[in-house]
T-cell receptor, first 115, second 111 residues
Framework: GAGVSQSPSNKVTEKGKDVELRCDPI?????LYWYRQSLGQGLEFLIY????????KSGLPSDRFSAERTGGSVSTLTIQRTQQEDSAVYLC?????????????FGSGTRLTVV | SQQGEEDPQALSIQEGENATMNCSYK?????LQWYRQNSGRGLVHLIL?????REKHSGRLRVTLDTSKKSSSLLITASRAADTASYFC???????????FGPGTRLSVLP
């Protein structure tokens, strides 16, 4: 597609349930990133995929968070046993080169609300 | 703590005035980027400046970088109401893989 697509755009879930967030990066972009943004805050790095290399998971806040990227394209971020503090906008971005020298292209995000 | 810190946190100006936002960072960087975010959703890439560059222009945007002071500024000239948004700087450390974003500056341009 022309841009980075994320789905769903909004998700309300009950505390304790699992959620899956999806990201379709720009075709041909080898690097894919997940960030989280709490209300009025900056972006918090979660995880980074580059080609077939092992992902950089250093930003995942707990073992309830996991992500995968299938076939070097679509990525899914899974949050298990959601907590209220997980409420945030989850942003996905892709870039042409892993070094991000050409900037990221962001999706519109998924607004997750845990009630 | 955040690698990039924007200053001020919030800025309110009249249409037609210039807006200046600053960003400070802590470590040696490969490049620095500025992004705009409307309504708390996706970010739009505005401009990238490399560590060996001192100034860059793009339309009404002017970015400077002072690596000795570890700081950057974003100037928006002749502001418009449509420039109302949050602006973030993002820095990439020399040996890092991801960008680190600051908390942002909320700019309000009043008609």
């Amino acid at each position: 597609g022309a841009g980075v697509s994320q789905s769903p755009s909004n998700k309300v879930t009950e505390k304790g349930k699992d959620v899956e967030l999806r990201c379709d990066p720009i075709s041909g972009h080898t690097a894919l990133y997940w960030y989280r943004q709490s209300l009025g805050q900056g972006l918090e790095f979660l995880i980074y995929f580059q080609g077939n290399s092992a992902p950089d998971k250093s930003g995942l806040p707990s073992d309830r968070f996991s992500a995968e990227r299938t076939g070097g394209s679509v990525s899914t971020l899974t949050i298990q046993r959601t907590q209220q503090e997980d409420s945030a906008v989850y942003l996905c971005a892709s870039s042409l080169l892993g070094q991000g020298d050409y900037g990221y292209t962001f999706g519109s995000g998924t607004r997750l609300t845990v009630v | 703590s955040q690698q990039g810190e924007e200053d001020p946190q919030a800025l309110s100006i009249q249409e037609g005035e210039n807006a200046t936002m600053n960003c400070s960072y802590k470590t040696s960087i490969n490049n620095l980027q500025w992004y705009r975010q409307n309504s708390g959703r996706g970010l739009v890439h505005l401009i990238l400046i490399r560590s060996n560059e001192r100034e860059k222009h793009s339309g009404r945007l002017r970015v400077t970088l002072d690596t000795s002071k570890k700081s950057s500024s974003l100037l928006i000239t002749a502001s418009r109401a449509a420039d109302t948004a949050s602006y973030f700087c993002a820095t990439k450390e020399n040996y890092g893989q991801n960008f680190v974003f600051g908390p942002g500056t909320r700019l309000s341009v009043l008609p």
